[in-house]
T-cell receptor, first 111, second 111 residues
Framework: DAGITQSPRHKVTETGTPVTLRCHQT?????MYWYRQDPGHGLRLIHY???????DKGEVSDGYSVSRSKTEDFLLTLESATSSQTSVYFC??????????FGSGTRLTVV | AQSVTQLGSHVSVSEGALVLLRCNYS??????LFWYVQYPNQGLQLLLK??????LVKGINGFEAEFKKSETSFHLTKPSAHMSDAAEYFC?????????FGTGTRLTIIP
C-alpha cells in the first residue's frame, strides 16, 4: 500500500476556530489532493498540489486554504470553521498509471 | 470540464442476482475511468480502472466494467451479488491533473 496517512482521524471543533488537517506521504509523489465527502455529493475536490508551493483550487475551495512546504506534507486549513464544513475529509496522492490512493479520512465535526 | 453521472443513488439486488451500476462521463479528452468502493466507515478502495488498454476491464471481487465510447459509459457489473458487496460505489474520471467523482450509488443486497 502507498504510504499515506492523515491526522487527526477525528476532530470536534467549535465554530469560528481555525483547524488544520495534515496529509503525509512517504513515496515522494508530485500530486496531492484534498477532498470532502458529504452524503448525496460524493467526493468533491477542495484543493490540490502539483509540487512544493504549487497549489490550485478545486470546485469547493471557499473557506479553505492549503500549504505544501515539503513534498511529503500537504496541509488543509479551515481559517474559521463553520458548521457547513462538518464533513469527512480525504487526502489522496497520484502515482503513475495514473493511480490515485486515498488516506483513511478525517471526520471533522464543527459545533 | 469533465463530469460523471451515476444513475441511481440507491440500488437493491437479491443475493445471487446480477449487479449493474451505471456511470456516464463527460470528458474533452480520452479519459481514464475508475470505480471505487467504500465500505461503511472506511476509506476508498480501487475496484478497477480503464486506461485505454482494453475496453473490458476486470477488477477485484468479481467486478468488471466495459468502456463504451459511443455511449460515454463505464457501467460496473457483477454476475452474482454477494452479501459482502453491500457498500457505496463511486465512479470517477481523470483528466491530466484531477479526479472527478460521481455522487455515488449505495448498493444493498437482499438476502
Amino acid at each position: 500500500d502507498a504510504g499515506i496517512t492523515q491526522s487527526p482521524r477525528h476532530k470536534v471543533t467549535e465554530t469560528g476556530t481555525p483547524v488544520t488537517l495534515r496529509c503525509h506521504q512517504t513515496e515522494n509523489h508530485r500530486y496531492m489532493y484534498w477532498y470532502r465527502q458529504d452524503p448525496g455529493h460524493g467526493l468533491r475536490l477542495i484543493h490540490y498540489s502539483y509540487g512544493v508551493k504549487d497549489t490550485d483550487k478545486g470546485e469547493v475551495s471557499d473557506g479553505y486554504s492549503v500549504s505544501r512546504s515539503k513534498t511529503e506534507d500537504f496541509l488543509l486549513t479551515l481559517e474559521s470553521a463553520t458548521s457547513s464544513q462538518t464533513s469527512v475529509y480525504f487526502c489522496a496522492i497520484r502515482s503513475t498509471g495514473p493511480s490515485y490512493t486515498f488516506g483513511s479520512g478525517t471526520r471533522l465535526t464543527v459545533v | 470540464a469533465q463530469s460523471v453521472t451515476q444513475l441511481g443513488s440507491h440500488v437493491s439486488v437479491s443475493e445471487g442476482a446480477l449487479v449493474l451500476l451505471r456511470c456516464n462521463y463527460s470528458s474533452s479528452v480520452p479519459p481514464y475511468l475508475f470505480w471505487y468502493v467504500q465500505y461503511p466507515n472506511q476509506g476508498l478502495q480501487l475496484l478497477l480502472k480503464y486506461t485505454s488498454a482494453a475496453t473490458l476491464v476486470k477488477g477485484i471481487n468479481g467486478f468488471e466494467a466495459e468502456f463504451k465510447k459511443s455511449e460515454t459509459s463505464f457501467h460496473l457489473t457483477k454476475p452474482s451479488a454477494h452479501m459482502s458487496d453491500a457498500a457505496e460505489y463511486f465512479c470517477a474520471v481523470s483528466e491530466p491533473e484531477k479526479l472527478t467523482f460521481g455522487t455515488g450509488t449505495r448498493l444493498t443486497i437482499i438476502p
